[in-house]
């Protein structure tokens, strides 16, 4: 039974149904479903990534849809998370590192020797005064047992990621609620994949494929990186690792704005992927990012054959109180 102010997805997440979602803002369409029999609506207006094409065949987005009466949906039941419970807990900041000019290495240490559990790619909210909450990618894999792993990116005008780099204490408390969302590798399969980040969008990225090596996983991986800049690439000396460890693992780094030594790829990422790739329907695609990126290369990627089950993605939305714009 869902309450009169829940989502479609908040009442299945708290009877234990974890369904597909990133954003939970209805600009991602992670969480799109069917809706088989009753009405839905939207309190806020018809969420973007929901056109009129998809409300006329019946389709709905399950993180902004409130029910109007009784429901059937047609949508897929992600069993593997059923067993890993949400928590709080408070974590110590253990270290601060910068990665680049604009993106800061947290390592978290949870209170009292507890560890998070959770699965290769999945987020934890910190919880700031006031009940607002940050989403932040686990970029860590979960084989780690002293820390928590985080790439924050400095917002202009966000003020939790302008604390992060101005004002924030070696051993600070912070308050973490995860693991949350449902990217993660289906291990089911053996096609080879396409990993494809925007900027700190490869954090969960790190976290999958460091899994993968721990694992001995063999199967052929692709991991395309775009960023503007090569002062951006924080992570470039770790890949190239990963490849001395995963042969079949191949790097693609791409900037939309390189300097005048940079003699690599160029353009936005995902165009570098269909160039590689035009025909997708032999991969699977994992990809993360900001809204902007992850919803052109969804159209783009579905266009280009990979099956909409096998195409998984988290978007990097903003906090409602920092201005896109601004970002």
């Known amino acids: 039974m869902a309450r009169s102010d829940e989502t479609v997805l908040q009442a299945a997440l708290r009877h234990g149904i974890v369904l597909p979602y990133s954003c939970k803002t209805g600009t991602c369409a992670s969480c799109k479903c069917r809706i088989v029999r009753g009405q839905v609506h939207y309190p806020d207006n018809p969420p973007c990534a929901l056109d009129f094409d998809d409300m006329a065949s019946g389709s709905g987005l399950a993180c902004q849809a409130h029910p109007a009466s009784d429901l059937v949906i047609d949508a897929r039941e992600l069993t593997q998370l059923a067993d890993i419970p ?7 900041v253990e270290h601060l590192d910068r990665l680049s000019p604009q993106v800061m290495r947290l390592r978290l240490k949870p209170a009292g020797g507890r560890r998070l559990q959770f699965l290769a790619g999945q987020y934890v909210d910190i919880i700031l005064p006031g009940g607002k909450r940050r989403a932040f990618s686990i970029a860590s894999a979960p084989a780690e047992r002293d820390y928590l792993e985080l790439h924050v990116k400095h917002v202009s005008g966000g003020g939790f990621t302008g604390h992060v780099f101005s004002g924030m204490q070696h051993k600070e408390i912070l308050r973490l609620e995860g693991p949350l969302g449902t990217f993660f590798i289906r291990r089911s399969s053996q096609r080879p994949m396409l990993m494809v980040g925007g900027g700190t ?10 899994e993968l090596l721990d694992a001995g996983d063999q199967r052929p ?4 990186w775009g960023v503007r800049a090569p002062v951006e690439l924080y992570a470039d000396a770790l890949i190239q690792s990963w490849q001395d460890r995963h042969p079949a693992l191949t790097y ?5 704005e390189p300097d005048d030594q940079w003699s690599g790829r160029l353009g936005w990422v995902h165009e570098a992927v269909l160039a590689d790739y035009p025909d997708l329907s032999g991969h699977d695609v994992y990809m993360s990012g900001p809204p902007a990126m992850v919803k052109t290369a969804r159209t783009a990627f579905l266009s280009a054959g990979v099956p909409e089950d096998r195409l998984f993605y988290d978007s990097f939305d ?10």
């Open 201 to 210: 969008g490869l954090a969960p990225l790190k976290s999958m494929i460091e």
């Open 252 to 256: 693609h780094p791409v900037l939309s």
């Open 86 to 92: 949400v928590r709080r807990l408070p974590a110590r």
């Open 318 to 327: 903003f906090a409602p109180d920092v201005p896109p714009a601004e970002s």
């Open 221 to 224: 991986i692709d991991l395309y």
